[in-house]
C-alpha cells in the first residue's frame, strides 16, 4: 500500500473513474444514436440522454478542476524518467482541456442547431446564440474533432498507466485506484 501523500485524495479518485464511466457511456452512446437512420423516438431519447451526459461530465468536470487546485497532484514515482513526467503533464493537460472542450462544443453544436439543451428533461440551459446553419456545420465538425481528439489522449493515458503497472511496475497507477 502507498502512503497518503503519495495518492491521489478518495475524492481526486471518485470524480476520476466516475467521470471516465460518464465520457465512454457518453462517447458510446454518442456512436450508437448517429448510426440511427432516421430521425425516431428512440434516436431522439438517446440525443436527451447524451446531451445529459454531456452536461454532467461538464459540471463533474468543473468540480474536479476545483477540487485540483486545492489539492495538488501527488508526485510521479522517483524513477520515472523527465520526458515520461513532461508526456504525462502534457497528456494530463489535454485530458482538461477537452473534458471541457467536447461538452461545451456539443453544447453550443446543439444551439446553432435550433435545439436548445434542457438538462434531465426539467431544467432549460441558457440559450447564448440563435440558430445558426453555417455555425451548425462548424461545430458539428469541432464536436467530432474534438471527440476524436480525446480517444487518442484518452487510449495513450491508459496505454501509459499498463504501461506503468506492469512492464515498469512502479506502482504509479495505484495512486489512482480506490
Known sequence: MLKNASRYSIIAIVLHWLMAILIIATFLLGLTMVDIPGLTPTKLKYFSWHKWL???VFGLACLRVLWRLTHPAPPYPGSMAD??????NIAHG???LLIFAVPLSGYFYSL???????YLGI?????????DQELKILLKQVHYACNVTLLVVFVLHVLGALKHQFIDRD???QRMLP
Open 54 to 56: 454531456g452536461v454532467t
Open 83 to 88: 520526458w515520461q513526467k513532461k508526456a504525462a
Open 94 to 96: 489535454l485530458l482538461y
Open 112 to 118: 446553432a442547431a435550433g435545439v436548445p439543451v434542457v
Open 123 to 131: 431544467l432549460p440551459l441558457p440559450v447564448f446564440i440563435a440558430p
Open 171 to 173: 506502482r504509479s497507477m
